[in-house]
């Protein structure tokens, strides 16, 4: 399979998805569903069933069992926009074949090089093929592999009826990087006792943690005069966003965290001295922590309004903060069994499980809040988001035989 599935996600990378956050329609970008619209081809063309996309680009299918009796429904889902944090237009992916632990050369004019220097998991793939960015956007693998993985497992099962399996349902989504891929994901519908995300990074990953996560969103109001007659009359916006920046614990930021650490971490501030607007994310695996993190940031602008408020007679800086998704363990723990079947299953391939907690979500922490219980596969990419990401060709593989392998376990379990 694994021409196959090189060639598909080539397919997949070079249809721009990228999501907007600012968009209020579902999916967010129009452009989305040209490759949603591939996808559902796709599907049909393999052979699945009760193939459907609905009117905000959720597309879900079905496998037929192979089995006399019945099992659990497991599910399979991945999201196909990509982050908007870096672009996604015009990807052109370069295939480095036999990759010997070299520098790769992304663009030679710009002077972008990938480097196992500064990226020394790059020396865990020699001999293997890696799927690269030409420099110039992300590649998409975040996550186009894990839709890539979906398919042609699927596409494998129906082509090997020996190996047996129970009903399995296939669902992707749009919008997930800008958190709203679960949102009007009808779990009903979809049917599954349990799924699956195959959104995680290296080889062997399994997810069944992640951080409960905020966004909030501060406005800071100034005073503007001009700057030579500004003495006890003018307030810079901008430097009280400084100040708000100040205050927050130096570090509890993403590049100085890692494990089970949260942080707050502005995203973007832009403003004049009349009004700057900051975004910033609010990240913590423990609910109490997480709880704490709110309030310090209603406290840090409850002290600066305060200081403000005689003189101007009104809040200065306004705050909003949204509760964006929650630590999935808690629905996953009951239900701990489907974590071992996609342990089993790795093993039984002889992929080393790395059991973590994602510094992150996926669609699958919403998912189980919404009454399915979803953890977390690898898809096999690096350096998502941005112009140094990469995937090892096996490694998708690998993932693809993962899923097979789950169905099958979870089949041959019922039929003992």
């Known amino acids: 399979m694994r021409d196959k599935i090189l060639e598909r996600f080539l397919q997949y990378v070079q249809i721009d998805t990228q999501s907007d956050a600012s968009s209020k329609t579902t999916p967010s970008t129009k452009k989305q569903l040209d ?18 996309m609905d009117k ?18 497991i599910g399979f889902v991945s999201h196909y926009d990509t982050s908007p944090d870096f672009s996604g237009t015009n990807v052109k992916p370069k295939v480095v074949k036999n990759y010997q632990g070299q520098d790769i050369v992304l663009n030679k004019r710009k002077g972008i090089v990938l480097s196992p220097d500064y990226f020394p998991e790059l020396k865990n793939y020699i001999g293997q093929t890696l799927i690269t960015t030409d420099g110039n956007t992300l590649l998409g693998a975040d996550d186009k592999a894990g839709i890539t993985e979906i398919i042609c497992a699927m596409d494998y099962l129906v082509q090997h009826p020996e190996i047996p399996h129970g009903k399995i349902r296939v669902g992707f989504t ?20 349990w799924a699956y995300t195959m959104d995680g990074s290296e ?74 607007k900051l975004s910033m994310i609010i990240r913590d695996h423990n609910a ?36 964006q998704y929650y630590n999935m363990r808690e629905k996953v723990e009951p239900v701990f069994h489907i974590v071992k079947l996609a342990e089993k ?37 690096h350096n998502f988001h941005g112009k140094y990401e990469y995937v090892p060709l096996e490694s998708m593989e690998k993932a693809m035989e993962v899923i097979v392998k789950i169905a099958e376990l979870h089949a041959k379990k019922h039929l003992q």
Not at 37 to 43: A, D, G, P, T
Not at 59 to 68: D, K, V
Not at 302 to 309: D, E, G, L
Not at 345 to 369: C, E, H, N, V
């Open 203 to 276: 080889i062997g990953e399994l997810e069944y943690e992640n951080f409960n996560a905020a966004g909030a969103t501060l406005v800071f109001h100034g005073k503007s005069v001009h700057p030579g007659y500004a003495k006890g009359k003018m307030v810079n916006s901008l430097l009280l966003a400084q100040k708000f920046m100040k205050a927050l614990p130096k570090n509890e930021v993403p590049e100085k965290t890692s494990g089970y650490e949260g942080f707050f971490h502005v995203a973007h501030v832009e403003g004049t001295i009349e009004q700057t």
């Open 345 to 381: 299953a790795m093993k039984a391939l002889d992929i080393k499980p790395i059991i973590k907690p994602i510094r992150g979500g996926t669609d699958g922490s919403q998912l189980s809040y919404k009454g399915l219980p979803c953890p977390n596969i690898f898809a096999g990419g």
């Open 35 to 52: 490759l949603a619209k591939v996808l559902v081809k796709e599907l049909k063309a393999i052979g699945l069933q009760e193939v459907e």
């Open 288 to 323: 109490k922590k997480f709880a704490k993190r709110k309030k310090m940031v209603e406290k840090i602008v409850a002290k600066i309004n305060h200081k403000y408020q005689k003189k101007f007679g009104a809040p200065i800086v306004e705050c909003e903060i949204n509760d």
């Open 56 to 73: 905000n680009g959720y597309i879900m299918a079905t496998l037929p069992s192979n089995i006399a009796i019945d099992v659990p429904t």
């Open 174 to 193: 749009p919008d997930e990087e800008i958190g709203r891929g679960a949102h009007l994901f009808d779990v009903e519908k979809f049917g599954a006792d």
